[in-house]
Nanobody
């Protein structure tokens, strides 16, 4: 399975961006748990959001501003990011995990996810 992110860029504080992550090499994308993580320079990779079916979990830092969604027909997961802040600046990574499903408490540890994209840079600056 290969994951390819797109949609990053340089935006001003308060702006919006939508990231996309498309999976190839699988015909069972709809059964995968999907997540977004991010990593700022000098920091560890941190959890942003994950979803399984209709269940989602967001980091407190993005709750109410970011929304994850997926289009299984396109093998794609999205991250809509609104009201962006300078502290959102990071490389954003898409992650996927096939069945058997992770227990929810395992979502937050990047080591538990099997597949990763190459990342897309998001920079929020005036």
């Amino acid at each position: 399975v290969q994951l390819t992110e797109s949609g990053g860029g340089l935006v001003q504080p308060g702006a919006s961006l939508r990231l996309s992550c498309t999976a190839t090499g699988t015909t069972t994308f709809s059964t995968y748990q999907m997540a977004w993580f991010r990593q700022a320079p000098g920091n560890e990779r941190e959890f942003v959001v994950a979803m399984r079916g209709g269940s989602t979990s967001y980091a407190d830092s993005v709750k109410g501003r970011f929304t994850i969604s997926r289009d299984n027909a396109k093998n794609t997961v999205y991250l809509q990011m609104n009201s962006l802040k300078p502290e959102d600046t990071a490389v954003y990574y898409c992650a996927a995990d096939p069945p058997p499903l992770l227990i929810r408490s395992s979502w937050y540890d990047s080591a538990n996810w099997d597949y990763w994209g190459q990342g897309t840079q998001v920079t929020v600056s005036s």
